[in-house]
């Protein structure tokens, strides 16, 4: 029979030393056996540089120390994005090849992740990535169940931009960018996005062509300045 | 120097150092008695400042008693007291509790921790209470070494963590324990309710 240790009965001080000499894999596994070891993680203070939902590729945990964590990468060979099969996280260390992957029985989709992950890492929103439509790993509806009331830092959209925005408020910050054979916005769309702009979004790079007349642009009320905007059209005033 | 070579002296066993260094006499729980060099106490925080405010002389240390370390035990005193000379002089690392180290376990620690758990818990509690930073992180770091290459439900069964539902019934029984009156006026409370009362006095 293998060794035992009461890790719990030790000292508060001792239960850290042990807790910051384990790697973040152990740390991972540590945090999925209760309620009180997923505090104790919490507070060893690993914390989470970012958090991001990348639609085209999986989920990304990148930590201040130099690990990022994966999951969700490949939804149709093991892990859907709503699968009830345990999904595989691997973690990866920028200084050491060595590469660890393991599931977790009850860790079933990348929702049970990304929840645990902020928590335990002490981040409190989701970066989202759609990237090109004909790229993306998960339906929109999936998108929706799993993101559904987790506070969005930064959302980055390339198509559809209205339909994703709508469906995601964001909190932080907005990149909006397409492809090329996206057509302009128009009509109601170019209202609604025009709306969204005007907002109160802290942060905003928009890399397409959005016409607007001079007014509108100087009621934005965003503290950067948009770098991509430029002179669309002279004779109309208008900015795009 | 090895673990069996290290100079911690049991008072019964040893002849007293020709060294004209200061050495300080300890005893623990269990009657057990140490003569430890003035270098080797630095390692400890809490023992070095009890010495300083004691300002003992040689005299002092000779002719009185030991001093009592009383919630540690002869056997596990013997290894922190062979740790701190073995140690002595070094470097003391800063505590402050935040950035990840690497630390590896020198040989000389690795076989001084060959013990069973139970004593490794002891020490543990002994490095913490005895304020010696370096000693408390290789003896953690041993017990993180314990978790390589576990699966969950080993790490479970090696670190005995509850579940929550053992959690929660281990507090549940923590407060029946300690307020018997507090649940049955929480249960009474209840029944009032069930049964549509609206106030409970």
């Known amino acids: ?240 | 120097m090895s673990v069996e070579n290290a100079p911690v002296v049991d008072v019964d066993e040893a002849a007293i150092p020709v060294e004209k260094k200061m050495y300080y006499r300890f005893e623990s729980n269990d009657k057990k008695e140490f003569r430890v060099s003035e270098l080797a106490i630095q390692q400890s925080e809490t023992l070095n400042r009890l010495v300083e405010a004691m300002g003992y002389t040689s005299e002092d240390v000779e002719n009185k008693p030991a001093i009592a370390i009383e919630n540690i035990d002869g056997k596990t005193l013997k290894l922190v007291f062979q740790w701190c000379e073995h140690h002595k002089g070094e470097a003391i690392p800063v505590d402050d509790g935040s950035v990840p180290k690497i630390v590896e376990i020198p040989e000389f620690d690795a076989k001084l921790m060959d013990i069973d758990n139970g004593l490794l818990f002891k020490l543990i509690w002994a490095a913490d209470y005895l304020n010696i930073v370096q000693l408390l992180n290789v003896s953690c770091k041993k017990v993180a070494n314990m978790a390589q290459g576990k699966t969950p439900a080993q790490l479970r069964r090696v670190y005995l963590l509850p579940s929550d539902e053992e959690d929660e019934a281990a507090k549940r029984a923590a407060q029946e324990a300690q307020d018997p009156r507090a649940r049955e006026v929480e249960e009474e409370f209840e029944e009032r309710k069930r049964q549509g009362g609206n106030s409970f006095f």
């Open chain 1, 1 to 240: 029979m293998a060794s035992t240790f009461p890790l719990l009965r030790l000292p508060s001080r001792a239960i850290k030393f042990v807790l910051k000499y384990h790697d973040i894999a152990e740390l991972i596994l540590f945090s999925t056996l209760s309620n009180h070891a997923k505090n104790l993680v919490k507070s060893d203070k690993r914390n989470a540089l970012n958090i991001e939902f990348l639609v085209c590729n999986g989920c990304y945990v990148n930590l201040y120390c130099s690990n990022t964590i994966m999951f969700g990468e490949s939804p149709q060979q093991e892990c859907g994005i709503e699968s009830s099969s345990p999904c595989t996280v691997r973690v990866i260390d920028r200084w050491d090849p060595v590469e660890i992957s393991f599931p977790v029985p009850g860790f079933n989709g990348v929702r049970d992740w990304i929840e645990h992950f902020m928590f335990i890492f002490n981040y409190s929103m989701v970066d989202v990535s759609f990237g090109p439509r004909d790229e993306w790993k998960y339906s929109h509806e999936s998108i929706k169940k799993v993101l559904k009331c987790l506070p969005i830092g930064h959302l980055s959209v390339f198509e559809n931009a209205c339909e994703i925005v709508k469906n995601f408020p964001i909190m932080d910050s907005l990149y909006v960018d397409k492809t090329d054979s996206e057509p302009e916005l128009q009509g109601e769309d170019l209202k609604f996005i025009k709306g969204v702009l005007i907002g109160n979004i802290a942060r905003l790079e928009v890399n397409r062509v959005i016409s607007m007349d001079l007014g509108t642009l100087f009621s934005f009320t965003f503290n950067c300045i948009p770098q991509k905007f430029c002179l669309a059209s002279e004779k109309d005033n208008s900015y795009s």
